[in-house]
Every structure is written in C-alpha cells, then in structure tokens.
C-alpha cells in the first residue's frame, strides 16, 4: 500500500512551477515507472507530467500491476502493455478481485474498467500535448461512474 509520502513524490511534480510557468527545466528526483517521458529524458516539468503519473497509477490500481514490474520484452513499459493488452478486453488483464465472472453485474463493471482503462491511457500518452489536463479527467471519471450506476439500476 502506498504511503501518502509516497503519493506525494508521484505527483505534485507539477508544485516545482513557479505561477505563470507552463513548463520548468529541473534536476528533481522522481519514482521510477510513473514519471511522465519528458521528465525522465530531459528533466522538463509541466502539469501534464503530474497527469501522466495519474494515468499510471489508474493502470495499477485496475490491473494490480506495477509499472516496474518485469514485462514481457517487447512491452517496454506498464502502459505499453496495456495499450497492446487491452483490445484482447478488460476481462483479461483487470485484476481478478475487482472482476469476478459469477458478479451479478460482471458486463457492466468490465464495461466501466475498459473505460477507465482507455482514459488511463489518454492521460499517459508519450507526448504532454496529447494528454488531457485534469479537469477534463475529473468530468470523465464522473460521466463513466454515472453510467455505472444507470447500468447497475437497468440490470
């Protein structure tokens, strides 16, 4: 379980930007497998970075896997092997105790994990402009629980 210490180094990059900045040049130290790829390769900062590590921690969360985790060879990091997994289904690669076949409501849960997990991967996109900013993060995440609960009351 992560501490909130630990939380706090995944994001908050963004705090390192001084008001009006966009974008920061820096030699900050940041956890390995969640820092966006401008920040790891040429220590640029932005708030787009603190939404890539979101995305990372969303793949974790619903898949119980961790970005440093060993993944297959080709599969260079947790979000590449979530890209390539995820056409096979959410069911394949959601963790199994978040998604039971026997649940009454299996179908729409895997529909609301595919969901969160194609917005996980919009928000690690490799380039910071193709991200989306947290707002519109916030709106999807309550657009996919409002269809969870209109599914749950139609079944």
Same mark, same amino acid.
């Given at each position: 379980?992560?501490?909130? =210490?630990?939380?706090?180094?995944?994001?908050?990059?963004?705090?390192?930007?001084?008001?009006?900045?966009?974008?920061?040049?820096?030699?900050?130290?940041?956890?390995?497998?969640?820092?966006? !790829?401008?920040?790891?390769?040429?220590?640029? #900062?932005? #708030?787009? /970075?603190?939404?890539?590590?979101?995305?990372i921690v969303l793949i974790e969360?619903?898949?119980?896997?961790? !970005?440093?985790?060993?993944? #297959?060879?080709?599969?260079?990091?947790?979000?590449?092997?979530?890209?390539s997994s995820l056409p096979k289904?959410?069911?394949?690669?959601?963790? #199994?105790?978040?998604?039971?076949?026997?649940?009454?409501?299996?179908?729409?849960?895997?529909? /609301?994990?595919?969901?969160?997990?194609? =917005?996980?991967?919009? /928000?690690?996109?490799?380039? !910071?402009?193709?991200?989306?900013?947290?707002?519109?993060v916030v709106v999807e995440l309550?657009?996919?629980?409002?269809? =969870?609960?209109?599914?749950?009351?139609?079944?």
């Open positions: 379980m992560k501490t909130w =210490l630990h939380m706090w180094e995944i994001f908050g990059i963004a705090k390192l930007l001084g008001e009006g900045d966009l974008m920061k040049h820096t030699m900050t130290l940041a956890t390995i497998g969640y820092m966006a !790829p401008e920040f790891g390769s040429a220590g640029i #900062v932005s #708030v787009k /970075c603190d939404v890539y590590s979101y995305g969360t619903f898949t119980k896997k961790k !970005p440093t985790d060993n993944f #297959v060879a080709e599969e260079r990091t947790i979000r590449h092997w979530m890209e289904g959410a069911i394949e690669i959601a963790d #199994v105790d978040l998604l039971k076949r026997e649940d009454e409501y299996f179908i729409v849960k895997a529909n /609301c994990i595919s969901s969160i997990m194609e =917005l996980a991967l919009n /928000c690690s996109t490799e380039l !910071p402009e193709e991200r989306k900013n947290m707002k519109d309550k657009k996919i629980k409002q269809r =969870l609960l209109n599914n749950i009351k139609h079944v």
